[in-house]
């Protein structure tokens, strides 16, 4: 059974359906591959994909753990390349909560990120580079 619904809207655009829960996501391409840049570009969902599993594995391994992880954000730069154009590295920095998190803590939250799903199913040759702050 589908999960997601895509439609070609013209103007290289798409709309994107939950089929679940009805939300949609609209995707442009960006300006300097002939778009509009209005809204995400299907390579920038990657990126949000992968930052958004990540913070949400690393959330249920702090449920489990009683770690506090509200207010985590990410920064997230992609780097496109050339020959063929495709994403080469996904830049992610985290910034955690001001939290004095354990050398184990931070091993848990850390290996739970770079293992996530998402991080998994990329092709190795996307470079994942993660990096941390912590406030502590």
Do not use: W
């Not at 990126?47 to 920064?75: F, K």
């Not at 091993?107 to 991080?119: G, K, Y």
Request: hydrophobic letters at 40%.
């Amino acid at each position: 059974m589908a999960t997601i619904s895509n439609k070609y809207e013209g103007n290289l655009r798409t709309q994107a359906q939950h089929l679940a829960s009805g939300n949609t996501i609209i995707t442009d391409a960006p300006v300097d591959n002939n778009g509009r840049g209005e809204a995400f570009s299907p390579s920038d969902l990657v990126c949000a994909a992968l930052g958004s599993c990540m913070m949400t594995i690393m959330g249920i391994v702090a449920e489990r753990n009683s770690i506090a992880i509200e207010g985590m954000e990410i920064e997230t730069t992609k780097i496109m390349v050339a020959d063929p154009r495709r994403i080469g590295e996904i830049v992610l920095t985290f910034k955690m909560p001001a939290v004095p998190y354990t050398a184990k803590e931070k091993a848990l939250l850390e290996n739970a990120a770079r293992t996530c799903p998402v991080a998994l199913s990329l092709h190795p040759e996307i470079k994942q580079s993660v990096s941390f702050i912590y406030e502590d």
